[in-house]
């Protein structure tokens, strides 16, 4: 079938993006599914720095392809030997998906699965195919989901499904934001109530996080960021106290604050600096744990002393280690009861062909999560 998709062909065009369009609007052509495979109808898909991060060249990616890995749509048709999905059933897309028979899958790690990584690099579906053509030139998938169109072909193990009530402009959050924000905090650094935490980078994921230390009943929530601006959204969404890292006594407030340091550091700002704050705020036995995605050449100075005299505990939480078909059920229920208050994370509403506008705005951080309605 034919759709409307943003097709990238070149990393690093300067800003603005209004103006340089490294983001181009092109008619599709999508091959039928294929066996264990999903035609999706797009019905919204938010904006993500890890998209950005293709667009401004961080991480390199094969070109062409279509962008976009955070997306909810209505399932159009099944492909061969499909058999939990049928036309009509409501899902939110996963950008990383599991064989179930790898090792990582096996140990319930699905995060972690090796094929789907492989697929990643390829720029393929799990399977190895790619659905995606343009005049007869092969397009890439990204991460298995390319939602910056208003269809996408991807493998039933990148969906689950929703329940038809939930909102499928909100639900489309719950792909990466939450799974990777809510998740950081819960699965992966294992908050318990009553617990200290910092939240360092209020992006969508950050502001997320704290989202998640909320519902799971931390004692005190440190937001942390260098926009004033995002300190009292983040005031506004439930963090006890906020600390802004440009302040020379920025640390020593926070441990003033939580009398020597946070049980439990989450970094999502994606820098190395972000990334020493994080692990400076965490107390003698605290865990860190990072969620962001640095330049692959960054290196973290850390002393090893620390490490071992202070017992932390440094983790690295790729997909909030989360298990999809477990947690974005969980999560959707904590949204629908308000328990989770994901759609004040949105701040902007956008047709496709304002995505490069859109980008302009995540990349001079005057949005937080901006939402491409089909």
């Known amino acids: 079938m034919q759709t409307t998709g943003a097709i990238l062909r070149q990393s690093g065009l300067p800003r603005p993006y209004r103006d ?11 091959d039928d599914p294929g066996p264990g495979e999903l035609l999706v109808r797009i019905a919204a898909a938010g904006l993500c720095h890890s998209d950005l991060s293709v667009i401004n060249g961080d991480r390199p990616r094969n070109m062409p392809l279509v962008l976009g890995h955070e997306a909810a749509g209505v399932v159009k048709s099944v492909g061969p030997h499909v058999t939990r ?20 899958c096996a140990e319930g790690r699905p995060a972690l699965c090796e094929p789907a990584a ?41 969906c689950v499904r929703i329940a038809p009530e939930i909102p499928l402009d909100r639900a489309a959050l719950l792909g990466c934001a939450v799974l990777t924000g809510v998740g950081a905090v819960v699965n992966t650094g294992a908050l318990r109530a009553g ?26 929530i440190i937001a942390v960021d260098l926009s004033d601006e995002k300190l009292k959204i983040a ?48 107390r003698r036995g605290g865990t860190v744990v990072t969620a962001g995605l640095p330049r692959p050449e960054a290196r973290l100075p850390v ?72």
């Open 20 to 30: 340089s369009k490294p983001l181009h609007l092109t008619q599709i052509d999508l």
């Open 85 to 104: 999905f049928a036309p009509g059933d409501h899902v939110v897309l996963v950008f990383a998906p599991s064989c179930g028979h790898c090792l990582p």
């Open 118 to 158: 492989v697929a990643a690099g390829k720029g393929s579906l799990i399977s190895g195919g790619k659905r995606i053509h343009a005049g007869g030139e092969v397009i890439d998938h990204h991460i298995g989901v390319s939602a910056f169109a208003g269809h996408a072909v991807v493998a039933e193990a990148s």
């Open 195 to 220: 617990q200290s935490c910092a939240i360092v980078g209020l992006g969508g994921v950050g502001l997320a996080a704290l989202l998640g230390a909320v519902a799971a009943g931390a004692g005190q």
């Open 235 to 282: 005031q506004e969404l439930g963090a006890t106290h906020t600390v802004n890292p440009a302040d020379p006594d920025a640390l020593d407030r926070l441990r003033r604050i939580t009398g020597g340091g946070v049980d439990l550091a989450v970094e999502l700002a994606g820098a190395v600096p972000a990334l020493e704050f994080a692990y400076e705020a965490a």
């Open 303 to 374: 002393s090893p002393v620390t490490l071992t005299t202070g017992e932390k505990i440094l983790r690295g939480s790729y997909m909030g280690s989360c298990v999809p078909v477990r947690d974005i059920p969980r999560y959707a229920g904590l949204m629908m009861a308000g328990k989770l208050p994901i759609d004040r994370l949105v701040t902007h509403e956008l047709r496709l062909d304002q995505i490069n506008e859109g980008f302009d705005r995540l990349a001079d951080g005057s949005a937080i999560r901006q939402i491409i309605r089909f």
